[in-house]
């Protein structure tokens, strides 16, 4: 079991910029591929980022591609969102969430998930 915790949200600017971070405790941070959602108000829970155990491998959402840097510290045991040039349609509850330990690939499917955080509200405004 791994347990997540996110912090960094708030409130910005257009075209400003936001570091999200997720705190891991409670298993061996680097058996996890780690991916960050969101969801906005009335909207479903959709991908942004994923990250492969030892940061190798990446995939973004089409909407954030360029602007949002997905990383990771396994000697920290923690996962980061790097968002820059912010829109206000980037308006939502951000998730971290950690895959099924030892997968061999990378997922953007929000049921290969297993572990979640409470969430983080990144709130940009025009």
């Known amino acids: 079991q791994v347990q997540l915790v996110e912090s960094g949200g708030g409130l910005v600017q257009a075209g400003g910029s936001l570091r999200l971070s997720c705190a891991a405790s409670g298993s061996t941070f680097s058996n996890y591929a780690m991916a960050w959602f969101r969801q906005a108000p009335g909207k479903e829970r959709e991908f942004v980022a994923v990250?492969?155990?030892?940061?190798?491998?990446?995939k973004y959402a089409d909407s954030v591609k360029g602007r949002f840097t997905i990383s990771r510290d396994n000697v920290k045991n923690t996962l980061y969102l790097q968002m820059n040039s912010l829109k206000p349609e980037d308006t939502a509850a951000y998730y971290c969430?950690?895959?099924?330990?030892?997968?061999?690939?990378?997922?953007?499917?929000?049921?290969?998930?297993?572990?979640w955080g409470q969430g983080t509200q990144v709130t940009v405004s025009s």
């Open positions: 990250i492969n155990r030892f940061g190798a491998d990446t």
């Open positions: 969430a950690a895959d099924g330990p030892f997968h061999p690939t990378v997922s953007v499917a929000i049921s290969s998930y297993d572990y």
